[in-house]
């Protein structure tokens, strides 16, 4: 996908050449000087008419008109240089890359110095684009009939460069990787649940092990059964499709120590069961197993850039359906753990699953589990669209979840759980714990029930019901499935490699 190469950029034939512009005194400098002398002080006359804009996330294509063998040039605006930022610059980039898609092009080029300045390095250049460019190059096929216009997208990037393309290539196989896996994890978020069963999950978790090597276990009903895992098997007693408990090992030491656990809500569609949702909140429900594709991106992710830290990855899979078999409200259920739960409320089915896969991923010897799910319409009052909601028993272990969400641009604020809260979630008077202690801060309450599964283990908990989905496009991708989590999953990984080494 991407070349890099030392040349002169416009003295090569190329489609299209993506070029930063920061908005300095002096628009163009060193080569791009020399570019707008080729291009006749043009380019300098374009800024002056406002067809050129330097300003943060506007992007501009001008036709080279045949003055230099490149066919155009499309400019991004950087804002400021003294205010660069990563994150930004990955969404002005994005914006310059849409205006690019829209051309139908094979192939492109893009000016890596032009993005370098203070803040910015050429690594840190090559990285933002490559992901900036998978992000927002994202398109879900979907299922319509095949069209008289097929679909053209970019195959090959020529960037163009002065530093170490050694590392250039390394950075720009880490963004590219990074944006596929958070792509991959949007692709199964969008696919409808007639299209993506517990099975059809299973099945997919098993090609990732195939392709990198992870071991697999898929846990049938009949093992269920054997362990005990009354929990999960409650929710899905409603339901014609089979259970799955996903595994995915990735061992990175010789000892099965020191062991990462991740654990992803993978209800593939919640009616709510018998205390069924209204009809409006049914649709968007395909969306519930946001947190088990936010866990296979990352096992993408991690299977590609091999980090050095132990990895199991438990995933519970069922759809929350309605029959004459379905599990009910005020049933009392037995979950792998023990732990006995009344069950107030079959619509907060996602807790019950994972506090199954909690004792699971346990059981697989994790010393650290984090867990991520579509959890509550809750976190949405609270935080928004664009916030994930966490909740932790261990501050040290925040701590590290926080930077890597820094580090992957997704925003996450944690919810506090107090010992009270912790006393409405032990308050059944027939069960040891109940699944639905009522409205007041039920974030905070499905959390926290799921932490009653770590029991001592250090432990963090994302709640992606706000963030999982949006409905509006933004410059690094269309309305539907954001990915989220995937990345910070995946540079947690990365970073406990880091500290320890
Ligand atoms: N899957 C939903 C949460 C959800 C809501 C995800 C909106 C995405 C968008 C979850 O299983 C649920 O129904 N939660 C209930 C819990 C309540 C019954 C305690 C909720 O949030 O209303
Ligand atoms: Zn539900
Ligand atoms: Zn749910």
Redesign the pocket.
């Known amino acids: 996908m991407f070349i890099v190469k030392d040349e002169r950029f416009f003295e090569q034939e190329e489609e299209a050449v993506i070029i930063g512009l920061y908005d300095r005194p002096l628009k163009f400098e060193g080569e791009l000087a020399k570019l707008d002398e080729a291009m006749n002080g043009q380019l300098t006359e374009l800024v002056k008419e406002g067809d050129i804009s330097a300003k943060l996330n506007e992007a501009a294509v001008i036709p080279a008109l045949g003055r230099i063998p490149a066919k155009r040039l499309i400019f991004a605006g950087l804002g400021k240089e003294k205010q660069a930022d990563f994150h930004e610059m990955k969404e002005a980039i994005g914006t310059a890359v849409q205006r690019m898609n829209k051309l139908k092009l094979a192939s492109a080029a893009v000016v890596l110095d032009s993005f370098v300045c203070e803040n910015i390095s050429a690594n840190d250049a090559a990285q933002a684009f490559s992901e900036a460019f998978g992000l927002s190059s994202y398109k879900f096929k979907g299922y319509k009939q095949p069209s008289n216009d097929p679909e053209q997208s970019i195959e090959r990037i020529s960037v163009y460069t002065n530093a170490e393309a050694e590392e250039i290539k390394a950075a720009l196989h880490v963004g590219y990787v990074l944006s596929y896996g958070t792509n991959s994890a949007r692709t199964l978020v969008n696919m409808p649940a007639n299209m993506l069963t517990a099975c059809d999950m299973a099945d997919y978790a098993k090609k990732l092990a195939d392709t990198y090597g992870f071991e697999v276990e898929i846990l049938e009903k009949e093992d269920m059964e054997k362990l005990g895992m009354g929990a999960l098997l409650a929710v899905n007693k409603g339901s014609v499709e089979r259970p799955k408990m996903i595994t995915l090992k990735y061992q990175a030491q010789e000892e099965w120590t020191d062991v990462l656990g991740f654990v992803g809500k993978g209800?593939t569609f919640?009616t709510?069961g018998y205390?069924i949702?209204p009809k409006d909140g049914l649709v968007?429900?395909k969306?519930?197993m946001g947190g088990a594709a936010a866990v296979l991106g990352a096992m993408e992710i991690i299977g590609e850039l091999k980090p050095d830290q132990n990895i199991v990855a438990v995933i519970p899979s069922t759809d929350n359906m309605i029959s004459g078999e379905a599990f009910k409200p005020d049933d009392v259920i037995t979950s792998m753990s023990g732990k006995t739960i009344e069950v107030l409320?079959t619509?907060?089915?996602?807790r019950l699953v994972l506090a199954d896969a909690m004792t699971y991923a346990k059981h697989h010897k994790a010393d650290y589990l984090v867990d991520v799910a579509?959890?509550?319409?809750?976190v949405?009052v609270a935080l928004g669209t664009d916030k994930t909601g966490a909740i932790t028993n261990n501050d040290t272990f925040f701590e590290e979840v926080l930077e890597a969400s820094k580090e992957a641009g997704e925003f996450i604020w944690q919810l506090p759980l107090t010992e009270k809260d912790k006393k409405r979630i032990r308050s059944s008077k027939i069960a040891d714990l109940n699944n639905?202690p009522g409205r007041e801060g039920?974030a905070i309450?499905?959390g926290g029930f799921i932490g009653e599964f770590a029991e001592g283990t250090p432990w963090v908990h994302l709640d992606i019901?706000g963030t999982?989905d949006t409905n509006k496009a933004g410059a690094l991708g269309p309305s539907g499935a954001t990915g989220v989590m995937a990345r910070t999953l995946a540079l947690l990984a990365m970073r406990r490699m880091k500290n320890e080494g």
């Open positions: 209800i919640d709510g205390s949702k968007g429900m969306t519930d409320n619509d907060a089915e996602g579509t959890l509550t319409g809750g949405v639905s039920h309450m499905g019901a999982a």
